[in-house]
């Protein structure tokens, strides 16, 4: 792995060294047009949706979750292609935890925020954030740009041999980790964590991907093709 040390993205101006509950029943629908099933148009993504399971912070499957299919706006995948062409050629790509979201799972979110006694998630992904302050403090959101179709929650992995699973770049905190550890300008990291989120989001900020403050993770399309739409359609 040697070989990633000391990786220079010249074209972006950087230079980074690299250690290496039940749910309801919906009828299948067809995707809308102009969506995609991103892992058709970006090759070798890595994709792990986390509201598909029970690692996440509500603590099980979300409505509207029924196959692990990341789904985008083609526009939105295909410039997510072009970052991924980008860090092939270091044996390096991405990894997405959420992409395209139905109304209806953050109607979920919603239902969750609003039930006192559901804390099982909280030691682990707010530990030091009020649940009662999640949608005060951007955290949810009752409508998310996720719904739109051209968000996606990411990070860079980097490709171990065939039989080993690839590793996530350490990024200081883990994906949904509520609190200010998480914000993109977190100052208490380890010089290699800064320089890691740096280089996602230099990266997703060169194809035309605009990053959110408060989450490390979250980038929109700057010219998301349906900027007042939200979709409901099941992830299937």
Same mark, same amino acid.
């Given at each position: 792995? *040697?070989?990633?040390?000391? =990786?220079s993205? $010249?074209?972006?101006? !950087?230079?980074c060294? !690299?250690?290496?509950g039940?749910?309801p029943? +919906?009828?299948? *629908?067809p995707?809308?047009?102009g969506?995609?099933?991103v892992?058709? =148009?970006v090759?070798?993504?890595?994709? /792990?949706l986390?509201y598909?399971? /029970?690692?996440?912070?509500?603590?099980g499957? !979300?409505?509207?979750y $029924?196959?692990p299919?990341c !789904?985008l706006t083609?526009?939105?995948a295909?410039?997510?292609?072009?970052? *991924?062409?980008?860090l092939?050629e270091?044996g390096?790509g991405?990894k997405?935890f959420?992409? #395209?979201?139905?109304q209806?799972?953050?109607?979920?979110f919603?239902?969750?925020s609003?039930d006192?006694?559901?804390?099982?998630?909280? &030691?682990? #992904?707010y @530990?030091?954030?009020d649940?009662?302050n999640?949608f $005060?403090?951007?955290? =949810?959101? &009752?409508k998310? +740009?996720?719904s739109?179709g051209?968000?996606v929650?990411?990070? =860079?992995?980097?490709f171990?041999? /065939?039989d *080993?699973?690839?590793?996530?770049? /350490?990024?200081?905190?883990p994906?949904?980790?509520?609190? @200010?550890?998480?914000?993109?300008?977190?100052?208490? $990291?380890?010089?290699?964590?800064?320089?890691?989120?740096l280089?996602?989001? &230099?990266l997703?900020?060169?194809h035309r991907?605009?990053?959110y403050?408060k989450?490390w993770?979250?980038?929109?399309l700057d010219?998301e093709? #349906?900027?007042k739409?939200?979709?409901?359609? @099941?992830?299937?």
């Amino acid at each position: 792995m *040697q070989k990633l040390a000391n =990786i220079s993205f $010249l074209l972006l101006g !950087i230079s980074c060294t !690299i250690l290496t509950g039940a749910r309801p029943l +919906s009828a299948e *629908q067809p995707m809308p047009e102009g969506f995609v099933d991103v892992s058709k =148009i970006v090759p070798r993504l890595v994709v /792990d949706l986390r509201y598909l399971s /029970d690692e996440n912070f509500v603590g099980g499957p !979300i409505d509207g979750y $029924l196959k692990p299919r990341c !789904i985008l706006t083609r526009k939105a995948a295909m410039a997510l292609r072009d970052v *991924q062409s980008e860090l092939a050629e270091f044996g390096m790509g991405l990894k997405v935890f959420d992409a #395209y979201r139905p109304q209806q799972a953050v109607d979920h979110f919603v239902r969750w925020s609003n039930d006192a006694s559901a804390m099982s998630s909280k &030691a682990k #992904y707010y @530990p030091r954030v009020d649940k009662n302050n999640l949608f $005060l403090d951007g955290y =949810i959101a &009752a409508k998310s +740009s996720h719904s739109r179709g051209s968000t996606v929650d990411l990070t =860079i992995v980097t490709f171990q041999n /065939d039989d *080993q699973p690839p590793v996530e770049l /350490d990024m200081g905190t883990p994906f949904d980790f509520f609190g @200010p550890e998480s914000w993109g300008n977190h100052s208490e $990291l380890s010089a290699q964590q800064k320089c890691n989120r740096l280089l996602l989001r &230099a990266l997703m900020q060169k194809h035309r991907f605009r990053p959110y403050a408060k989450e490390w993770w979250h980038f929109t399309l700057d010219d998301e093709p #349906y900027p007042k739409k939200y979709f409901n359609f @099941p992830v299937q």
